[in-house]
């Protein structure tokens, strides 16, 4: 499956984005979605998940009550609204698909990768 990410940009703190993950292929439905970030000079980290049918969610800590994603099966899309955006949440996003077993949590669960999208929120 080709990932897509789209959406980001520069904002305001406070300000809100919505990135979008554009699938091709007709398995975006069997895969866990993640979406991941990586600022400058420091790891990839997730920032959340979403189970092949949407039912269950993970997000990180840091982005709890701020950021929710969502799925939509029938358009192979993913999404990931950000809302209460903060300087500490600029970063390269990437959405990610993996079906294999194991944490979501890392990198090495995922199969597929699309290119990232920067978002900057300025203070």
């Known amino acids: 499956v080709q990932l897509q990410a789209s959406g980001g940009g520069l904002v305001q703190a406070g300000g809100s984005l919505r990135l979008s993950c554009a699938a091709e292929?007709?398995?975006?439905?069997?895969?866990?979605i993640g979406w991941f970030r990586q600022a400058p000079g420091k790891e990839r980290e997730i920032v959340a998940g979403?189970?092949?049918?949407?039912?269950?969610?993970y997000n990180a800590d840091s982005v709890k009550g701020r950021f929710t994603i969502s799925r939509d099966n029938a358009k192979n899309t993913a999404y990931l609204q950000m809302n209460l955006l903060e300087p500490e949440d600029t970063a390269v996003y990437y959405c990610?698909?993996?079906?294999?077993?194991?944490?979501?949590?890392?990198?090495?669960?995922?199969?597929?990768w699309g290119r990232g999208t920067q978002v900057t929120v300025s203070s």
């Open positions: 990610a698909a993996g079906r294999g077993s194991g944490s979501i949590l890392i990198t090495g669960f995922y199969d597929y």
């Open positions: 292929g007709r398995t975006f439905s069997s895969y866990y």
């Open positions: 979403i189970s092949r049918n949407g039912g269950n969610t």
